[in-house]
Nanobody
Framework: QVQLVESGGGLVQPGGSLRLSCAASTSIFSFNAMGWYRQVPGMQRELVASLTNAGTTYYADFVKGRFTISRDNAKKTVFLQLNSLKPEDTAVYYC?????????WGQGTQVTVSS
């Protein structure tokens, strides 16, 4: 069973930065893709960014130019660097990993952007 553990969330002021980490229990080479979703209470979970095992990245329009996804294969970890944060970025951020057709999820980490 694959386990994903997120960390790095917290409270930050508008314009600030955070770095989220997602540590996998197995080699990330085994995944077709990894990435991040976010969810606000009462809303659907939305894709933020993803990274395929071939290195292809995807970013939602609302984070382009502000967020960066990356990975450290040796540490079995995927990162999401969040810069120029806005109050509307407040959400629970979930890491996912896909081995077709299965998707694994982390427990989520809260990001709150507020002054």
């Amino acid at each position: 069973q694959v386990q994903l553990v997120e960390s790095g969330g917290g409270l930050v002021q508008p314009g600030g930065s955070l770095r989220l980490s997602c540590a996998a229990s197995t080699s990330i080479f085994s995944f077709n893709a990894m990435g991040w979703y976010r969810q606000v209470p009462g809303m659907q979970r939305e894709l933020v960014a993803s990274l395929t095992n071939a290195g292809t990245t995807y970013y939602a329009d609302f984070v382009k130019g502000r967020f960066t996804i990356s990975r450290d294969n040796a540490k079995k970890t995927v990162f999401l660097q969040l810069n120029s944060l806005k109050p509307e970025d407040t959400a629970v951020y979930y890491c996912y990993a896909r081995i077709i057709p299965t998707v694994y999820w982390g427990q989520g980490t809260q990001v709150t952007v507020s002054s």
